[in-house]
């Protein structure tokens, strides 16, 4: 069974920091690309960053002070977030995808559940 769970989220205040973790299985995790997604209420899901075969990509809202990662020993990658800011208050998803999709979440074929990050003002 393909899963991926997402933790890390919580509350933090402007300026604070962040890491998710997304934990994969039931899949060859080299052979997916993996992205962060994020959806704010009333607002369409948003790409924010994927590792895709060696390489990272960020959205430009993000750019700078958001981070991924991988350890392949643990089927995990991270999202490193810092000087978070309010409007990066959404539910935070990890997808995976094979044909390379980059920020377009319609590629993805598996996700999280997802797990919620609030940044106070």
């Known amino acids: 069974e393909v899963q991926l769970v997402e933790s890390g989220g919580g509350l933090v205040q402007t300026g604070g920091s962040l890491r998710l973790s997304c934990s994969a299985s039931g899949f060859s995790f080299e052979h997916y690309a993996i992205g962060w997604f994020r959806q704010a209420p009333g607002k369409d899901r948003e790409g924010v960053s994927c590792l895709s075969f060696g390489s990272t990509y960020y959205a430009d809202s993000v750019k700078g002070r958001f981070a991924i990662s991988s350890d392949n020993t643990k089927n995990t990658v991270y999202l490193k977030m810092n000087k978070l800011k309010p409007e990066d208050t959404a539910v935070y998803y990890c997808?995976?995808?094979?044909?390379?999709?980059?920020?377009?979440?319609?590629?993805?074929?598996?996700w999280g559940q997802g797990t919620q990050v609030t940044v106070s003002s």
């Open positions: 997808a995976a995808d094979l044909i390379g999709s980059l920020l377009d979440s319609r590629g993805y074929d598996y």
